[in-house]
């Protein structure tokens, strides 16, 4: 497991510890580099999180708008109902631990 791995070069653990913090907080390398501390907050049910908006540029919104700027065809949609199989792609009894 990458966790457990110890490198030689001090930089490759650290890329290692960014990579694995950011692979459990869902967070973008880009905003992981930017947390301060006023991101962490006790909420209060006294559980902690990181609050912290989403860096974008105002472009990259831009194109989050535009990228969804298109119709489907009633053919279209009768294509996507085809195939759905009733059932979560990720969760199935054989992957299931509980």
Known sequence: MIYKTEFINESLNRVRDVFIFCSYTGLAYADVSALRKTHF??????????????????????EN?????FE???????????LDQKQSAFLTTATRKW
């Open 41 to 62: 907050v006790k909420l209060p049910d006294w559980t902690e999180s990181i609050i912290k908006p989403r860096e974008k540029t105002d472009n990259r919104m831009e």
């Open 65 to 69: 708008f535009t990228i969804l700027d």
């Open 72 to 82: 489907l065809s009633a053919g279209d949609m009768e294509t996507i109902w085809t």
